[in-house]
Each structure stands twice: as structure tokens, then as C-alpha cells.
């Protein structure tokens, strides 16, 4: 179990150390990947941005994901939940996270666009895994930006999942597997959600602490 997401995206990092001064861009998906995606972007010295990627909630159940959707709109559905809906019910979802995309976008990235992923590796981060919706749509973001390497990496998620994932990425690193899984806060010991306020400042220091070694460089 970890302490906080500090803690297990320092402990994540590790996991990554071969990543270190690779010119690796860490991508995390917010809210709750952007400070474990700080963390790690931190430690391995590797460019940090926030990539949106929103789940595709069903009508009945929104926080069941049937599917998910990536800024540039790539879409992932999941074939056993989507087949039960019409083209038209999931487009109205899909309209509905367009618009939310957008503003996160505005609102995280100051509507900056994501560093050149072509020919570089790429590493998604979040600070767990359950339906894996988010991941797969961005893992194809990815792909179509012609990232070079794409690595999954998160503190917990299940064993069906981590096989799956690593089915469509080309390394997948996760730290935690529990046998009964059902949910990303069991493996923390302090945990919450994150506004959007908090995901803002890990890119504010982010920017700041990459202004002040710029500088320091050039002093150099």
C-alpha cells in the first residue's frame, strides 16, 4: 500500500530509472495522473504535460465507463458495454466530452498543445488503473502521433487489465496487482480527488522549476 500519490509515484519512478535522461515525454491523465505524472516526469528528468483523455460514462450509470475519449478524438469503446447502446445515445456522450475536453484543455494546459510525441517515448501515466478506458484511447492518441515507444505505467491495477494493456503497449509497468481489486483507492492510504485547481499547480511548477534550469543553463 502507498502513503499518497507522492509516494507511489516516487516509488513508480524507480520503476523507470532506465528512462532517465532520455528525452521520455511523461504524460499525465488528469485529474489524478498529474501528480503522479509530475513526480515521475520529475525524477527522470523527462518532459510533463497532461494529456485529456475523458471516460464515456453510460446514461444509467455514469461513472461505468463503456468507453472513452482522447483531445485529438480518438475513440475506444469497449466491445461488451457499447453494443448495448445506439450510435445515437453514445454520440450525444461523446458531444457531451467533446465540450469537457476543451475546457480542461483551456483550463490544465493554458490550451497549450502537447510536446512532439513522434519518435519519442512516451510514457502515460495515471495513479491507477480500473477499466483501463482513458489509457486505451490515449494509447491510440499515441499511435497515431507516431510516438516511438509507448509505456504504461501506474502504481495499481488489476492482472487482467495489466495483460491487456500490454497487448496494445510496448511496456507496461505497474507496481501493485491486489487479488480482489475494485477500486484505485485501496491502495492508498490517504486519497482524494483532485480539482482541477490541484492539477493546475503540478503544470504551474512544472513550467516554473523548467523556467528556472533553462536559466541556469544559459548562465552556464
Known sequence: MFTNRKDAALKLAKALEKYKDKNAVVLGIPRGGAETAYYVALHLNAEFS???????????????AFGAIVED??????????????????????DEQKKEISRRITILRQGKPLPELKGRTVILVDDGIATGATI??????CKKRKAGKIII?????????????AEKADEVVILEKPDDYYAVSQAYQ???????????KFMQRWESEKGVLEEASVRR
Do not use: C, W
Open 50 to 64: 497532461l494529456l485529456v483523455s475523458r471516460k464515456l460514462g453510460h446514461p444509467a450509470n455514469p461513472e461505468y
Open 73 to 94: 478524438g480518438s475513440i475506444y469503446l469497449n466491445p461488451s458495454s457499447s453494443g448495448q447502446l445506439s450510435d445515437e445515445t453514445i454520440q450525444e456522450v461523446v
Open 136 to 141: 486505451f484511447a490515449a494509447i491510440e492518441m
Open 153 to 165: 505505467a501506474a502504481p495499481v491495477s488489476g492482472y487482467d487489465m495489466e495483460y491487456q494493456l
Open 190 to 200: 490517504v486519497f482524494y480527488n483532485l480539482t482541477d485547481e490541484d492539477a493546475l
